[in-house]
T-cell receptor, first 116, second 115 residues
């Protein structure tokens, strides 16, 4: 079946602009995660959705970052007033949430964001 | 808070030789541990996971890892490297509460296979 998809695959923007990154999870997966991967680093957790609600947004770096999942499937990560330090690969993952901590997360290919 | 440490960002291994990637964890609760692989321009793919059942975990592509509580380790091994094993490998620990499996990743190991 189809895996997790993310669009766009690449996004180049100018400092101060607004961007939206989209994630389409695997159909039927109720849990959705966003991570950010900077060059030479492992992914860092940003936010977790269970259904439509953000159950854990403790990883969002500041209030310029926001994410939604209005119908419990597609999610959008929104970044306002982008800064050069926001340049990274943004990863989305989904899981069926059958047992919580042991659940496998299925990752999308990521969106590479470059802020000039 | 739960965390993992991976040492040595780049690992070179000869084709046919043992692959050994080290991961040490820190956790105040029984850990759930994962190894993921990332091929160029692809998403992370689960290799294997430890969820408190058998301490020796077998995964895909001939990889396995052994959970050693006394050493707080979860090292990844493969007896014989193939060229197709060239990729980046990440160890991760679950940091969430029940229902929330947010992962904390190590910095990763870039594996280069030498013919």
């Amino acid at each position: 079946g189809a895996g997790v998809s993310q669009t766009p695959s690449n996004k180049v923007t100018e400092k101060g602009k607004y961007v939206e990154l989209r994630c389409d999870p695997i159909s039927g997966h109720t849990a959705l995660y966003w991570y950010r991967q900077s060059l030479g680093q492992g992914p860092e957790f940003l936010i977790y959705f269970q259904g439509t609600g953000a159950a854990d947004d403790s990883g969002l770096p500041n209030d310029r970052f926001f994410a939604v999942r209005p119908e419990g499937s597609v999610s959008t990560l929104k970044i306002q007033r982008t800064e050069r330090g926001d340049s990274a690969v943004y990863l989305c993952a989904s899981s069926p949430r059958t047992s919580g901590r042991a659940d496998t997360q299925y990752f999308g290919p990521g969106t590479r964001l470059t802020v000039l | 808070a739960q965390s993992v440490t991976q040492l040595g960002s780049h690992v070179s291994v000869s084709e046919g030789a043992l692959v050994l990637l080290r991961c040490n964890y820190s956790s105040s609760v029984p850990p759930y541990l994962f190894w993921y692989v990332q091929y160029p321009n692809q998403g992370l793919q689960l290799l294997l996971k430890y969820t408190s059942a058998a301490t020796l975990v077998k995964g895909i592509n001939g990889f396995e890892a052994e959970f050693k509580k006394s050493e707080t380790s979860f090292h990844l091994t493969k007896p014989s490297a193939h060229m197709s094993d060239a990729a980046e490998y990440f160890c991760a620990v679950s940091r969430g509460d029940y229902g929330n499996n947010r992962l904390a990743f190590g910095k990763g190991n870039q594996v280069v296979v030498i013919p």
